[in-house]
């Protein structure tokens, strides 16, 4: 099986940093892709960042600048450095990879159980 876990989430004032971490185990063959997930209260989820095995990265506009994503191929993780946090970015935060399976050599998508991120003003 494949497992994502993730953390780093937490309660920061408006301006201040967090680096959320997510690790993947288990009978992993191969990580296509990872990325970053999350959800407002009251809003739809959305796709906040995303960097492929080539090392390219893509960002929700609102975070250009802020946020940086980046991975430890040796283990397994990805990161979201979150800095000048603004209210609005509170939130869950879910990581996300397209991971094959040694098992099976299917390819899934896998969720982490997520992360919560308070910004206070």
């Known amino acids: 099986q494949v497992q994502l876990v993730e953390s780093g989430g937490g309660l920061v004032q408006a301006g201040g940093s967090l680096r959320l971490s997510c690790a993947a185990s288990?009978?992993?063959?191969?990580?296509?892709?990872m990325g970053w997930y999350r959800r407002a209260p009251g809003k739809q989820r959305e796709l906040v960042a995303t960097?492929?095995?080539?090392?390219?990265?893509n960002y929700l506009d609102s975070v250009k600048g802020r946020f940086t994503i980046s991975r430890d191929y040796a283990k397994n993780t990805v990161y979201l450095q979150m800095n000048s946090l603004k209210p609005e970015d509170t939130a869950d935060y879910y990581c996300?990879?397209?991971?094959?399976?040694?098992?099976?050599?299917?390819?899934?998508?896998?969720w982490g159980q997520g992360t919560q991120v308070t910004v206070s003003s």
């Open positions: 288990g009978t992993i063959l191969r990580i296509n892709a």
């Open positions: 960097i492929t095995d080539g090392g390219r990265t």
């Open positions: 996300n990879a397209d991971i094959s399976d040694l098992r099976t050599y299917r390819s899934g998508d896998y």
